[in-house]
Nanobody
């Protein structure tokens, strides 16, 4: 059973940066792709970014491309999401997920394991 624990959320102003971390444990599989999703109040959970553990394959939602960067640290079994140039519309609970077969699997149902989420709030 894979456990995922996110951290790094917080309250920031527009234009600021944050780095989210997702620590994976309990039998992580190098064949899994790791993803970040987010869910704003009253909205469906949406794909943000995904990465292979090697770091060679990445995919981003158009809304965050050029502002967010996903990366991995295999030695720490940790996935990061660097959030730059934050906007109020980035406000959401951010979730880490594992289990997709490719980084182009962008649906919630493509992922088997989920973290508890970390809140990111961007004030204008």
């Amino acid at each position: 059973q894979v456990q995922l624990v996110e951290s790094g959320g917080g309250l920031v102003q527009a234009g600021d940066s944050l780095r989210l971390s997702c620590a994976a444990s309990g039998g992580t599989n190098s064949d899994y792709r790791m993803g970040w999703f987010r869910q704003a109040p009253g909205k469906e959970r949406e794909f943000v970014a995904a990465i292979s553990w090697s770091g060679r394959s990445k995919n981003y939602a158009n809304s965050v491309k050029g502002r967010f960067t996903i990366s991995t640290d295999n030695a720490k079994n940790t996935v990061y999401l660097q959030l730059n140039s934050l906007k109020p519309e980035d406000t959401a609970v951010y979730y880490c997920a594992a289990g997709a077969r490719t980084v182009y699997n962008t649906q919630v149902g493509n992922y088997d394991y989920w973290g508890q989420g970390t809140q990111v709030t961007v004030s204008s």
